[in-house]
């Protein structure tokens, strides 16, 4: 079982940035794919991007590969979202995931959830 703990939310301007980080413990396998998803007030939770554990390969959501990144630290079991150029629109609850497999948009895939850590972009 994969434990994952977010951290790095907080208030910011329109126009800012962030950088979120997921710690991971537990066993991580050599298909984990880790995931960021958000949910704002009243929405439906989204994907928002993916890495491959092992490679690194990664994937972000059309509408955000402008101006947010993914990577990850094997050494130190984290994944990180780097969030630029900040937008209201960007508000809500931004979750971290756990699945093996293959990077996928669909929540209900991701068998380890962290707690989430909210991100606040005033206009």
């Known amino acids: 079982q994969v434990q994952l703990v977010e951290s790095g939310g907080g208030l910011v301007q329109a126009g800012g940035s962030l950088r979120l980080a997921c710690a991971a413990s537990g066993r991580l396998f050599s298909n984990s794919v880790m995931g960021w998803f958000r949910q704002a007030p009243g929405k439906e939770r989204e994907f928002v991007a993916g890495?491959?554990?092992?490679?690194?390969?990664?994937y972000v959501d059309d509408s955000m590969k402008d101006r947010f990144t993914i990577s990850r630290d094997n050494a130190k079991n984290t994944m990180y979202l780097q969030m630029n150029s900040l937008r209201p629109e960007d508000t809500g609850v931004y979750y971290c995931?756990?699945?093996?497999?293959?990077?996928?948009?669909?929540?209900?895939?991701?068998?380890?959830w962290g707690q989430g850590t909210q991100v606040t972009v005033s206009s």
């Open positions: 995931a756990h699945r093996a497999g293959t990077i996928t948009l669909t929540n209900d895939r991701y068998d380890a």
């Open positions: 890495i491959t554990w092992i490679g690194g390969r990664t």
